[in-house]
């Protein structure tokens, strides 16, 4: 039987692993990952484990249903964040829950939106969250109508916040509207950006040089919902 846990390693910062996380990642014989996680996790790796840098779902799934070969092996795949936040997990989860081979279980982690949240001491339950991936032109919808919107880039963020200056230039979206942004959550270099989007563009040599992985919190009191 091959024993699979999905770990949820949070943000990046190694301290933000639960101890269950830790556990499974110390004790596994295999780990498949991504070089960030990788690099999050490597003073907890046990001396003989095996190393697959992968980040493409249909590939882990085909590796450790038909290229791992051994039997009472323990393996763990880190995903960022929360695994059942915006993850490719439960893709994973439900093909492995059909190989009668394979034993595997989700480790819950720091989502993106838990730890802005929690940050920025907003609450985020009656938050509206979202990831975009290159349709950065709904945000407009999302922010209209809800009071609060959490976002996942995923793409390009300059062109998400200009699409909200475009909104606010035609009226549709008040200048009212505050604006979190946070970026390396949870490295040492973490930066947290506050304005309103009548200012936002005084940030915007900071936002050009902002990656993907940035996330945002939007406040609209005029919304509806």
């Known amino acids: 039987m091959k024993v699979v846990a999905i770990v949820g390693v949070g943000m990046g910062n190694p301290k933000n692993i639960t101890i269950e996380g830790i556990t499974y990642i110390k004790n596994a014989d295999i780990i498949i990952s991504n070089e960030r996680l990788l690099q999050s996790v490597k003073d907890s790796l046990k001396r003989d484990v095996k190393i697959f840098s992968n980040n493409n779902t249909n590939e882990i799934i085909c590796l450790v249903e038909n290229e791992i070969i051994a039997e009472n092996i323990s393996i763990a795949i880190l995903?960022?964040?929360?695994p059942a936040y915006f993850s490719e997990a439960e893709k994973m989860l439900a093909a492995f829950r059909e190989n009668p081979e394979v034993?595997?279980?989700?480790?819950?982690?720091?989502?993106?939106?838990?730890?802005?949240?929690n940050k920025l001491g907003i609450s985020y339950h009656n938050s509206l969250s979202v990831n975009?991936?290159?349709?950065?032109e709904k945000i407009i919808q999302y922010v209209v109508t809800h009071k609060r919107v959490f976002c996942i880039s995923g793409g390009d963020v300059e062109k998400l916040l200009g699409e909200l200056i475009k909104a606010r230039a035609d009226h549709s979206l008040s200048e009212d509207i505050r604006i979190y942004i946070g970026e390396r959550l949870s490295y040492?270099?973490?930066?947290?950006?506050?304005?309103t989007l009548k200012d936002i563009h005084l940030y915007k040599k900071e936002?050009?040089?902002?990656?993907?992985?940035?996330?945002?919190?939007f406040e609209n009191d005029q919304a509806v919902f």
């Open 79 to 82: 995903v960022s964040g929360d």
């Open 103 to 117: 034993d595997a279980k989700c480790i819950p982690g720091i989502s993106s939106i838990s730890y802005f949240s």
């Open 132 to 136: 975009l991936h290159g349709e950065e």
């Open 188 to 195: 040492s270099d973490e930066k947290i950006i506050y304005s």
């Open 207 to 217: 936002i050009k040089e902002m990656s993907s992985m940035a996330v945002f919190l």
